[in-house]
């Protein structure tokens, strides 16, 4: 045989050789690979569950699992992992970047046992478990707390803890020590067991939407002018029943704080009561009631309480920004039936306005 054949020849038996010694691996890597896959995608036969952020089991054995919105998928896996529901956090960053799609935000209703590659095709096209809340006008920042907590949304203390949260509050510049008027009363598409923060953070941005569109000079306010206007139109909120009356009231606690006269509200008195003291809320006030030792009691302390006593609705909101010019100093309220009020420059009009009132009764 040749020299240049035996050198085909040899050629020819490397590449018989690599094949094989190729064939003979793939025949075991892909077995193991395949392997390996199956089992880091397998779901946990028994879940148990760490305490971990966003993710709770429920009574029927299922979990939810809540996604911050811009959370990334790394994130909702490291959390994922933490709380014990899938095997390998790298192999679920592999499923993130073959998947197309973006996990959505909102809570998710996860059935254990369950492959990875199922939770995450359920937190890309499932979805989210919603509950549409309403928070009507006037309510305080409890009030809204116990209407959440009833609908499944969050608990009252820590939706009340979140709304005290300095960085929140530093956010939003807000001069006092809760976001107490700065949640705008509207109604809300939240997911349940929603984190508290983020409730708060979404009525608050929609509180500043609002306000800029009542009045699109308020965002440049100073913190402390915007919060004077948040003060009075959280007890205009209070005060009125028709709408029509509410620039009205405004102009008349506007008159009062330029003479440095007592507001005398009794929304004022009604907040103590049932926010500070933690009683019930009270059918009708007592003199007793106004004499109350408090900072927000109006009654006896000149000037504007030291914040919000609700959260103001667009109407309040509106009559805060431009009160009705008037001289009158005083109102009463005189037909319960259809909510008129008479307004009056004297206190000695104001006293026969609440005879003439007790006459017609």
């Known amino acids: 045989m040749s020299d240049q054949k035996k050198k085909k020849f040899n050629v020819l038996l490397f590449i018989l050789k690599f094949f094989a010694f190729l064939t003979a691996a793939i ?29 709770t089991v429920q009574d029927d054995g299922s979990y939810f699992v809540w996604v ?12 994922l992992k933490q709380a014990g529901l899938i095997k390998s ?7 993130c970047r073959r998947e197309e799609g973006l996990i959505k935000a909102g809570t998710f209703r996860v059935e254990m046992p369950k492959t990875q590659l199922s939770i995450l095709k359920e937190l890309i096209q499932g979805e989210p478990i919603i509950k549409r809340i309403t ?12 209407i959440l907590e009833n609908a499944g949304i969050c608990k009252i203390e820590d939706f009340i803890e979140a709304a005290g949260n300095p960085g929140i509050v530093d956010h939003y510049n807000i001069p006092n020590r809760t976001m107490e008027g700065y949640l705008f009363p509207d109604t809300y598409l939240f997911p349940v067991n929603y984190q508290p923060e983020e409730i708060v953070r979404e009525m608050a941005d929609n509180f500043f939407k ?47 704080l330029r003479v440095r006269m007592a507001l ?55 009559a805060a920004m431009f009160p009705q010019a008037t001289d009158f100093f005083y109102f009463r309220l005189v037909d319960p039936s259809s909510g008129i009020h008479y307004f009056s420059r004297t206190l000695d009009d104001h006293n026969r306005a609440e005879w003439l ?5």
């Open 210 to 256: 609002r306000i800029a569109a009542v009045n699109p000079g308020a965002l440049d306010m100073s913190p402390q002018e915007l919060n004077e206007k948040v003060i009075i139109a959280s007890i205009i909120e209070r005060e009125y029943i028709l709408p029509s009356e509410a620039p009205l009231m405004a102009g008349v606690f506007f008159n009062r």
């Open 357 to 361: 009132y007790l006459k017609g009764l």
């Open 89 to 95: 956090r790298l192999f679920w960053n592999l499923l």
């Open 264 to 318: 005398q509200s009794c929304a004022t008195v009604e907040y103590i009561i049932t926010e500070i003291q933690g009683k019930p809320h009270p059918t009708r006030l007592f003199y007793r009631d106004l004499e109350i030792e408090n900072p927000y009691n109006t009654y006896i302390r000149p000037g504007l309480p030291p914040g919000p006593v609700s959260s103001p609705g667009t109407v309040a909101l509106r």
């Open 27 to 55: 025949c075991v890597i892909v077995p193991v690979s395949i392997g390996t896959l199956m089992y880091l995608n397998a779901p946990y036969r028994q879940v148990r569950i760490s305490e971990t952020e966003g993710i």
């Open 68 to 79: 911050r919105r811009g959370e990334t998928s790394q994130s909702v896996g490291s959390r």
């Open 135 to 146: 928070i009507p006008e006037g309510v305080t920042l409890r009030r809204a707390a116990r």
